[in-house]
């Protein structure tokens, strides 16, 4: 019976396949849902693109519900929850 080789690559190998996928994510401006901020609004400096996604009706309302209590927008409150869960490295 012959033995199976497993080949570990390098942290160095990693760094590198991090380094091309924030490459390929940063460069995608062929996007439609990609917009700069000088083609929104002048207040606005960083670049933005659109993020759809569908969730139920009643987590929706529970959302507005929430933000219109605290006097938030939907948009700011859910950036900072993707923010919190997904910091940057």
């Known amino acids: 019976m012959s033995k199976k080789k497993i080949t570990i690559k390098s942290a160095a190998h990693l760094r590198g396949v991090e380094n091309a996928l924030d ?3 940063n460069n995608n ?3 439609p849902e990609t917009r700069t901020a000088s083609t929104k609004s002048q207040a606005t400096a960083e670049e933005e693109t659109r993020f ?3 969730i139920p009706t009643y987590l929706h309302r ?10 938030l927008s ?6 900072e929850i993707l923010m919190d869960a997904f910091p940057e490295s």
């Open 74 to 79: 939907m948009k700011n409150l859910l950036k």
């Open 23 to 25: 490459a390929w994510v």
């Open 52 to 54: 759809t996604i569908v």
């Open 29 to 31: 401006t062929n996007s």
């Open 62 to 71: 529970r959302i507005k519900k929430k933000c219109a209590v605290e006097g």
